[in-house]
């Protein structure tokens, strides 16, 4: 059994070792990771993969959700090449101008704003 600052010492070079030599995914890689780092501390294996999973599964229950959502819209957003022109738009200037329905904007957060805030500290 080490220390666990060795431990993590280890673990982080093992992680960065996978993602970026061995160019393994990331989510494997960390998995990976926890697992030397588990059997690095002194668990036992079973302890180690159970560890592993109780987390895993706490994580998505509460963000889950939100990540798999954010995952595929990168997705569709990579698969119809609109990251490429995101990127080509941001690099080079070339943003559109923005309209004239806008042009009332700055005026409109002015007035707007404290007559908002007026009326909902007038109910709390």
């Given at each position: 059994?080490?220390?666990?600052?060795?431990?993590?010492?280890?673990g982080?070079?093992?992680?960065?070792?996978?993602?970026?030599?061995?160019?393994?995914?990331?989510?494997?890689?960390?998995?990976?990771?926890?697992?030397?780092?588990?059997?690095?501390?002194?668990m036992?294996?079973?302890?180690?993969?159970?560890?592993?999973?109780?987390?895993?599964?706490?994580?998505?229950?509460?963000?889950?959700?939100?990540?798999?959502?954010?995952?595929?819209l990168?997705?569709?957003?990579?698969?119809s090449?609109?990251?490429?022109?995101?990127?080509?738009?941001?690099?080079?200037?070339?943003?559109?101008?923005?309209?004239?329905?806008?042009?009332?904007?700055r005026p409109?957060?002015?007035?707007?704003?404290?007559?908002?805030?007026?009326?909902?500290?007038r109910?709390?």
């Amino acid at each position: 059994m080490l220390p666990i600052e060795i431990v993590f010492l280890i673990g982080m070079a093992f992680l960065l070792f996978l993602a970026l030599k061995v160019k393994v995914n990331a989510f494997m890689s960390l998995l990976g990771t926890a697992v030397v780092m588990g059997l690095l501390a002194g668990m036992p294996a079973t302890d180690v993969v159970g560890a592993i999973t109780t987390g895993f599964s706490s994580t998505v229950k509460s963000i889950g959700i939100v990540i798999i959502f954010g995952i595929m819209l990168g997705n569709y957003l990579e698969a119809s090449s609109a990251t490429t022109r995101m990127r080509v738009s941001t690099l080079s200037g070339k943003m559109r101008k923005p309209s004239r329905k806008w042009r009332w904007t700055r005026p409109n957060y002015r007035v707007a704003s404290p007559r908002s805030c007026r009326y909902w500290f007038r109910w709390s």
